[in-house]
């Protein structure tokens, strides 16, 4: 099932972390630190649907 989102969250810079996360246009990426408004941004942009030309992971930047 390689639409089912994915959500990775860490401490590392996105683009470190790109050659891990491969090119799923469903992998996620939620920079840490982040607060309640950024897991609730991230899970609303998940809930939009997927596009699949996307090639690279959505990093979202979220507030602490």
């Given amino acids: 099932w390689p639409t089912i ?17 491969g090119d799923n246009p469903a992998v996620y990426f939620l920079q840490k630190p982040f ?14 649907p997927c596009d699949p030309a996307t090639a690279a992971p959505k990093a979202i930047r979220a507030q602490a």
């Fill in 5 to 21: 989102p994915i959500v990775v969250m860490s401490g590392y810079a996105a683009r470190d972390l790109a050659h891990r996360l």
């Fill in 35 to 48: 607060g309640l408004d950024g897991l609730r941004n991230c899970l609303a942009r998940i809930e939009a």
